[in-house]
């Protein structure tokens, strides 16, 4: 590297360049190169992540630009994403403890989640609970399956604070973080974590939700992915065949987990279309994402039940 930059705002430049000359892959902390470059630049430095924009004017001593060097060769050429270099993700406004045993959290429930409460708070009622005498039964379970780093098993929490959790992982690897995380939210006798293959291991018990952001990358499209991608878990991406390895089983499975007026909601990505071609007969309902992916869906109960799948 030529002579260092002498402030953070110099690194900045500097990083974002870089960034975009060695076409490094966004998406899975910012979905920009000034963004994450801040971040990493902010947190290398010990400064607060809403700090003042006068803080760029700051000065680095060397010792800081050793640091700072490190982090962004490791990032621009090792490619490690950075919220596996700082350990920690963001989800909803929560913090996540994160390292290379789960995918990093950027779930479109974060955005849908109310949207599908209040959905099914209507749904759940049943038509004699309308009435204001009769007490509304409410959302009493939810379950997040393939929770990774439990960070949607901690927001089913904070959305249902009166219902039951339960969170469902198979690698053991990821269901530790999960437990970390659980237990840093003080949520650890709340959500019950189950190390289960969807739910083959988990006690029959009927849910209102059972929500799910599961692995739906076809195999083979498992070797295109970015570097950054293929240091997450490939458990955690990899779907099998069409993608649907997973989903497949979960909606077999659903039909006798679910309440008779619960919803299953899936994030399914790219895999919409193989969804759409695979099952038409459940008519999923896309929700629409602020960004136009719409790759969440809801499916209600009744449909799975009449569906030969
Ligand atoms: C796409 S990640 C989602 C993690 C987390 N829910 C999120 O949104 O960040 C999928 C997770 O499913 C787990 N998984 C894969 N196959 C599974 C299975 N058959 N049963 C349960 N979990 C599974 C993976 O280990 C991974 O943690």
Same mark, same amino acid.
């Given at each position: 590297?030529?002579?260092?930059?002498?402030?953070?705002?110099? &690194?900045?430049?500097?990083?974002?360049? @870089? #960034?975009?000359?060695?076409?490094?892959?966004?998406?899975?902390?910012? /979905?920009?190169? %000034?963004?994450?470059?801040? #971040?990493?630049?902010?947190?290398?430095?010990?400064?607060?992540?809403?700090?003042?924009?006068?803080?760029?004017?700051?000065?680095?001593?060397?010792?800081?630009?050793?640091?700072?060097?490190?982090?962004?060769?490791?990032?621009?050429?090792?490619?490690?994403?950075?919220?596996?270099?700082?350990?920690?993700?963001?989800? *909803?406004?929560?913090?996540?403890?994160?390292?290379?045993?789960?995918?990093?959290?950027?779930? #479109?429930?974060?955005?849908?989640?109310?949207?599908?409460?209040?959905?099914?708070?209507?749904?759940?009622?049943?038509?004699?609970?309308?009435?204001?005498?009769?007490?509304?039964?409410?959302?009493?379970?939810?379950?997040?399956?393939?929770?990774?780093?439990?960070?949607?098993?901690?927001?089913?929490?904070? =959305?249902? +604070?009166?219902?039951?959790? /339960? $969170?469902?992982?198979?690698?053991?690897?990821?269901?530790?973080?999960?437990?970390?995380?659980? $237990? =840093? %939210? *003080?949520?650890?006798?709340?959500?019950?974590?189950?190390?289960? !293959?969807?739910?083959?291991?988990?006690?029959?018990?009927? #849910?209102?939700?059972?929500?799910?952001?599961?692995?739906?990358? +076809?195999?083979?499209?498992?070797?295109?992915?970015? !570097?950054?991608?293929?240091?997450?878990? $490939?458990?955690?991406? !990899?779907?099998?065949? !069409?993608?649907?390895?997973?989903?497949?089983?979960?909606?077999?499975?659903?039909?006798?987990?679910?309440?008779?007026?619960?919803?299953?909601?899936?994030?399914? *990505? =790219?895999?919409?279309? @193989?969804?759409?071609?695979?099952?038409?007969?459940?008519?999923?309902? &896309?929700?629409?994402?602020?960004?136009?992916? /719409?790759?969440?869906?809801?499916?209600?109960? @009744?449909?799975?039940?009449? &569906?030969?799948?």
């Amino acid at each position: 590297m030529p002579a260092r930059p002498q402030t953070i705002a110099g &690194w900045l430049d500097w990083a974002v360049r @870089a #960034y975009a000359r060695k076409k490094v892959s966004l998406g899975q902390v910012a /979905d920009n190169a %000034h963004d994450e470059a801040l #971040y990493l630049l902010l947190r290398t430095l010990e400064l607060p992540l809403e700090s003042p924009r006068s803080v760029l004017r700051r000065k680095v001593t060397s010792e800081q630009a050793a640091r700072v060097a490190e982090i962004f060769r490791r990032r621009l050429d090792e490619r490690v994403p950075a919220a596996y270099l700082t350990r920690e993700a963001f989800l *909803g406004g929560h913090k996540f403890y994160v390292d290379e045993r789960v995918i990093i959290p950027r779930s #479109y429930f974060v955005e849908l989640l109310p949207e599908i409460a209040e959905l099914l708070e209507d749904t759940v009622r049943s038509p004699g609970c309308a009435s204001r005498s009769a007490p509304a039964r409410g959302v009493k379970r939810v379950v997040d399956v393939c929770t990774g780093s439990g960070c949607l098993a901690v927001l089913l929490a904070h =959305q249902f +604070p009166t219902a039951k959790v /339960d $969170a469902i992982e198979l690698s053991p690897a990821a269901a530790a973080v999960a437990r970390f995380n659980l $237990a =840093q %939210h *003080g949520l650890g006798d709340r959500v019950t974590l189950h190390r289960s !293959d969807v739910f083959d291991a988990v006690k029959p018990a009927r #849910y209102d939700l059972i929500l799910s952001n599961p692995p739906y990358v +076809p195999t083979r499209e498992m070797r295109d992915l970015p !570097d950054e991608f293929r240091r997450e878990p $490939a458990m955690a991406l !990899d779907g099998g065949r !069409d993608g649907l390895d997973i989903v497949r089983k979960l909606l077999r499975q659903a039909r006798e987990r679910l309440q008779p007026r619960g919803i299953v909601a899936l994030e399914v *990505g =790219q895999a919409r279309p @193989a969804l759409e071609k695979s099952f038409p007969e459940l008519e999923p309902h &896309w929700l629409h994402t602020q960004d136009g992916e /719409d790759c969440v869906c809801l499916i209600p109960a @009744a449909r799975l039940k009449s &569906w030969n799948g």
